[in-house]
């Protein structure tokens, strides 16, 4: 019996220019600024090597030094400034979109759902990072 996958989507729309918003993304130095769920957690330190066959780790920690995790993978596909898609260090997948409007971007990552939390909680982590995002891009463009 094949085990069906559930699929969860987040989105936002930044206003900036798809150029800052895809560097934002990308750069480890500005990764290290956004990428937390909360405000009791942060990145110390990312790296990225954007390319197919590349990979990225994150390190996600609590801000108190309870808990910690590498957030990682392996990039499957990259097409600058539209698509990022990678596999997960677990083997889920990821899909992230950007699309360009004017001077916002609207981003659309769409991602292969894990069995251990309910998919609502892991929705609304994925959507609070985003979000994250959105703050930062749009303070710093």
């Keep these: 019996m094949e085990v069906q ?5 987040v989105e936002t ?3 900036a220019p798809v150029e800052k918003v895809w560097k934002f993304w990308t750069l480890p130095e500005h990764i290290t600024k ?3 769920a909360s405000d009791d957690w942060h990145t110390p ?3 990225n090597d954007l390319r197919v066959g590349g ?3 994150s390190r996600m920690e609590a801000k108190d030094g309870s808990i910690g995790f590498d957030f990682g993978g ?3 596909d990259v097409k600058m400034h539209a698509l990022i898609a990678y596999t997960m260090g677990d ?3 990821v899909t992230i979109t950007f699309s360009p409007a004017g001077n916002e971007t609207k981003i659309v990552e769409t991602f292969e759902a894990e069995d251990t939390n ?3 909680m892991q929705q609304t982590g994925w959507q609070a990072i985003l979000d994250n995002f959105k703050k930062y891009a749009e303070a710093n463009s």
């Design 5 to 9: 996958t559930k699929s969860i989507t």
């Design 55 to 57: 990979t990225f780790t």
């Design 91 to 93: 083997g889920r997948k």
């Design 45 to 47: 330190s990312a790296q």
């Design 13 to 15: 729309t930044v206003k």
């Design 74 to 76: 392996v990039y499957d």
């Design 34 to 36: 956004w990428s937390n």
């Design 118 to 120: 309910p998919p609502e």
